[in-house]
């Protein structure tokens, strides 16, 4: 009976991994900035092939994400990837975009060469990061910081 309660529900049989992040913090995630130079043809190619219209649509997107502050996108990709909460900066700038920009931007990065690896596992941790967002840049508490 528990063979069959584990294969029908393989989940109830094991410990909770949802919490266990992709790449953890420090050496290991600063080792994803390595690029060869296949890699970086890779991406060159990756890129050069996108649709015009859709290259505007992201360029448009990435300007309103400029950098605020000390935060960059590869904090936002930091907190996927690690699940270290990024700064409330970091948050109004994700929720000033908006979440179709924010979505398609973490399309494109999780398909350059470096991060493509971890495509199909960051879904999830992609929306958790825009919920969390979206949630401290409308709490009352922080309004206080920040004005949309």
Not at 26 to 35: C, K, N, Q, T
Not at 75 to 87: F, G, R, W, Y
Not at 125 to 147: K, Q, Y
């Amino acid at each position: 009976m528990t063979t069959l309660v584990s294969y029908v529900y393989p989940s109830s049989g094991q410990e909770d991994v949802d919490d266990e992040p992709l790449v953890h913090p420090g050496r290991e995630f600063d080792s994803l900035d390595a690029i060869s130079p296949a890699s970086q043809d890779y991406n060159i190619y990756m890129l050069e092939n996108l649709p015009p219209k859709y290259k505007m649509y992201l360029e448009t997107c990435m300007d309103k994400m400029e950098p605020i502050g000390k935060c960059g996108f590869d904090d936002v990709i930091k907190e996927i990837l690690t699940n270290e909460p990024v700064s409330r900066e970091c948050c109004l700038k994700v929720v000033i975009a908006g979440k179709e920009c924010y979505l398609e931007i973490n399309k494109l990065m999780f398909r350059l060469y470096q991060l493509k690896r971890f495509a199909s596992q960051v879904s999830l941790e992609i929306n958790e990061v825009w919920n969390r967002c979206s949630a401290e840049v409308e709490s009352p508490s922080s309004s206080d910081d920040f004005a949309i």
